[in-house]
Nanobody, 121 residues
């Protein structure tokens, strides 16, 4: 079994910054794609950013230039640095990691429990 634990969500003023972390633990042979998604009240979950195990990144247009995704493969951890936060960034943020538990196993997508980010003055 694989568990993802998120941290870093908080209440912040517009223009502020936060850094989210998501660490995987358990049976892990290899981790492929890592990502961050968010869901605001009354809206569908949307992609924020992804990063491949080779370091290639992809961002939603709404966060380009403000958010940076990164990963530490030795720690099985993905980060999301969020700068110049806006009220419309308010949401529950979820991380995902595509994990191969053992050599030869299929790859499964695991999700974190979610962390609340609120941007308000």
């Amino acid at each position: 079994q694989v568990h993802l634990v998120e941290s870093g969500g908080d209440l912040v003023q517009p223009g502020g910054s936060l850094r989210l972390s998501c660490a995987a633990s358990g049976s892990i042979f290899k981790i492929y794609l890592m990502g961050w998604y968010r869901q605001a009240p009354g809206k569908q979950r949307e992609l924020v950013a992804t990063i491949t195990n080779g370091g290639n990144t992809n961002y939603a247009n709404s966060v380009k230039g403000r958010f940076t995704i990164s990963r530490d493969n030795a720690k099985n951890t993905v980060y999301l640095q969020m700068n110049n936060l806006r009220p419309e960034d308010t949401a529950v943020y979820y991380c995902s990691q595509d994990v191969q538990p053992l050599a030869g196993d299929p790859v499964f997508r695991y999700w974190g429990q979610g962390t609340q980010v609120t941007v308000s003055s």
